[in-house]
């Protein structure tokens, strides 16, 4: 079922289906984005590290929970334009081998001063399989109104 601005509520919260974060995962990030820093490339070096293991980039964990939450369902037909990142955080480390989840909850919506599309402020949150925070913060959307008739 396509939503529409008019869909949404502050107070609803929606969570999307799981996923693994893999080896292959880092490595790819690791490639297309050129970060090869050693807490992600090598193995021996993370071992000695703060965290005692290679964790996946901290942007590689945006990434996915922006893809979580189109899997959802209820952003895609609708959506317009992303508006930003306002406040995102890295609270754990995102290791290989975690499983997580995006919950996104609408904090407040408000049509656009033309009136022909609305504003989803709404506050993402990465999970990891024990309900944990790993990251957080608000990513504005800009959506489509309902069409007349």
């Known amino acids: ?3 529409h601005f008019e869909d949404f509520s502050p107070g609803q919260v929606f969570t999307s289906q799981a996923r693994t974060i893999t080896e292959a995962d880092v490595v790819t990030f690791a490639g297309w984005s050129w970060d090869t820093n050693p807490v992600h490339t090598d ?3 993370a071992r000695e590290g703060r965290f005692g293991e290679r964790i996946a980039h901290g942007l590689l964990g945006l990434s996915v ?3 979580l939450a189109s899997r959802i369902g ?6 317009i ?18 499983t997580v989840r995006c919950r996104v909850e609408i904090l407040e919506t408000r049509p656009t001063g033309r009136g ?7 506050r ?7 309900g944990e925070v790993l990251q957080d913060g608000e990513i504005g959307l800009l959506v489509s109104r309902r ?3």
């Open 1 to 3: 079922m396509a939503h």
């Open 81 to 98: 334009a992303l508006l930003g990142v306002d406040g995102w955080r890295f609270r754990r480390p995102l290791r290989i081998g975690a």
């Open 147 to 149: 069409p007349a008739g």
């Open 65 to 67: 929970a922006m893809g």
């Open 74 to 79: 209820v952003f895609e037909e609708c959506s």
């Open 116 to 122: 022909d599309a609305g504003v989803l402020r709404r």
């Open 43 to 45: 193995a021996e070096s």
């Open 124 to 130: 993402f949150a990465l999970l990891d399989q024990d």
